[in-house]
């Protein structure tokens, strides 16, 4: 998908409703929105205040799905001023942030809290299910649920977009740094703020939160210690050399259970990526066995997620070599496992080349001993319960190709044959 000199993936075509709405944000009154397939292409012209349409036959699931674009004039996702570079400009941040917190415990209470997507195996669950369940009826949960059960999933978004804001006093206001943080044009939450404001009124939120400020800030400041991201960011860059960033954010809850994202912005000559993700916590089998491998395993979730900031503008750059190594799906992913959700090509290569990463990473900081069972154990998981059926030839593969390199050559560098391997590797 691209629109004014930007590029986008419009994926998931086959999981949208037979209608289907998205708001655009340009800079322009009239702009140009193409959209890019492996077998045919679109052009439309977005006015603001108009609606253009188009409609999608879809194959898999015998039927038309019918796409209604709008556009507005955009706003900048984030403005990062003078004094925010010179305060975080070389920085990696840890945060576990206030609002972030509130939207974290509303979903906590809807009925999408009650799945996995929540973590409930701690006593601070515990602590919140206790203090905030007489709420559960207020209107800001009643909505929140609503909105999480619409199959555009605002879970991610409303998520995101909660980082964008700060309470001053009992009011909820944008701090100023972003507009947004998830993906769209618009920030999804920012309807719905004097709900929440009337939610932690109600329920006492601020307090709550102050009360567990010191358990916040011992999450964060095990975080920084035990888990390397500056590290992580100093290995991207060297295997990725033409994305830098100026700072990374991770923003967590400890309510978070299964969902993580990331995003990143550049503006004013500042770059900075985020990763949104649960925290790891230490589980009683990491307690008893090497050191080594629990650091492995707490670190690959903030890596996975980070990482896609450096590896996607590089796949970009080859998306019609992937679209050919990978037009066969049903190769790469295994239906109803969580890899069906990466049901175009582009996505997919992209999420095999995540955890590959994973393996070279590990290959790189672990001796033999702990990164091999480290990649085993990532093989296993991500064939057996993910359903990345050629993840484990997929990954080996490009750990040889890593070993093998030659003198000065990158990740970024071996990816033509990576995709080249992998072409190969679909026809059989």
């Given at each position: 998908m691209n629109i004014e000199k930007e590029k986008g993936?419009?994926?998931?075509?086959?999981?949208?409703?037979?209608?289907?709405?998205?708001?655009?944000?340009?800079?322009?009154?009239?702009?140009?929105?193409?959209?890019?397939?492996?077998?045919?292409?679109?052009?439309?012209?977005?006015?603001?205040?108009?609606?253009?349409?188009?409609?999608?036959?879809?194959?898999?699931?015998?039927?038309?799905?019918?796409?209604?674009?709008?556009?507005?004039?955009?706003?900048?996702?984030?403005?990062?001023?003078?004094?925010?570079?010179?305060?975080?400009?070389?920085?990696?941040?840890?945060?576990?942030?206030?609002?972030?917190?509130?939207?974290?415990?509303?979903?906590?209470?809807?009925?999408?809290?009650?799945?996995?997507?929540?973590?409930?195996?701690?006593t601070y669950y515990q602590e919140v299910k206790k203090h905030f369940t007489p709420y559960a009826?207020?209107?800001?949960?009643?909505?929140?649920?609503?909105?999480?059960?619409?199959?555009?999933?605002?879970?991610?978004?409303?998520?995101?977009?909660?980082?964008?804001?700060?309470?001053?006093?009992?009011?909820?206001?944008?701090?100023?740094?972003?507009?947004?943080?998830?993906?769209?044009?618009?920030?999804?939450?920012?309807?719905?703020?004097?709900?929440?404001?009337?939610?932690?009124?109600?329920?006492?939120?601020?307090?709550?939160?102050?009360?567990?400020?010191?358990?916040?800030?011992?999450?964060e400041n095990d975080f920084r210690k035990n888990i390397d991201v500056a590290d992580m960011k100093v290995w991207l860059e060297r295997q990725f050399p033409r994305t830098k960033y100026s700072a990374i954010k991770v923003i967590f809850s400890p309510l978070v259970g299964w969902n993580q994202s990331a995003n990143s912005f550049s503006d004013n000559g500042f770059s900075e990526a985020q990763a949104h993700v649960d925290f790891p916590f230490i589980t009683e089998r990491q307690k008893t066995q090497n050191p080594a491998m629990t650091r492995g395993q707490r670190s690959k979730i903030v890596f996975t997620e980070i990482n896609h900031s450096y590896l996607n503008p590089e796949a970009e750059e080859y998306v019609k070599e992937i679209a050919k190594a990978f037009s066969d799906l049903s190769v790469w992913i295994?239906?109803?496992?969580?890899?069906?959700?990466?049901?175009?090509?582009?996505?997919?290569?992209?999420?095999?080349?995540?955890?590959?990463?994973?393996?070279l990473y590990y290959s790189d900081i672990f001796d033999k001993t702990i990164s091999e069972k480290l990649r085993v154990d990532l093989e296993e998981n991500m064939v057996s319960f993910r359903g990345f059926q050629r993840f484990k030839e997929f990954d080996q593969e490009v750990l040889r190709l890593y070993k093998t390199r030659k003198s000065g050559q990158t990740v970024a560098d071996l990816y033509p044959e990576i995709i080249d391997w992998a072409g190969n590797a679909g026809l059989k």
């Open positions: 993936n419009f994926n998931g075509v086959n999981d949208i409703p037979k209608t289907f709405s998205y708001d655009l944000g340009t800079e322009h009154d009239m702009s140009i929105l193409s959209l890019i397939s492996e077998q045919d292409s679109i052009a439309l012209l977005l006015k603001y205040g108009e609606k253009a349409v188009f409609q999608i036959i879809r194959e898999a699931k015998g039927d038309t799905a019918t796409c209604i674009f709008t556009s507005h004039k955009t706003i900048k996702a984030a403005t990062f001023s003078h004094d925010y570079k010179t305060a975080n400009t070389g920085k990696t941040i840890i945060e576990a942030p206030e609002v972030y917190e509130l939207i974290n415990i509303i979903f906590s209470l809807t009925d999408y809290g009650k799945t996995g997507a929540i973590n409930k195996g701690t009826s207020l209107s800001a949960v009643r909505t929140v649920d609503s909105l999480l059960k619409n199959p555009d999933n605002y879970y991610s978004p409303l998520k995101m977009d909660s980082y964008a804001f700060q309470f001053k006093g009992d009011k909820i206001e944008k701090f100023g740094v972003y507009d947004r943080v998830s993906w769209g044009s618009l920030n999804e939450l920012e309807p719905y703020l004097s709900l929440l404001e009337s939610f932690a009124k109600k329920s006492g939120f601020r307090e709550f939160y102050k009360k567990h400020k010191s358990y916040y800030e011992d999450l295994t239906k109803g496992k969580p890899a069906s959700t990466y049901n175009n090509t582009l996505p997919c290569f992209e999420e095999y080349m995540n955890y590959g990463l994973v393996t």
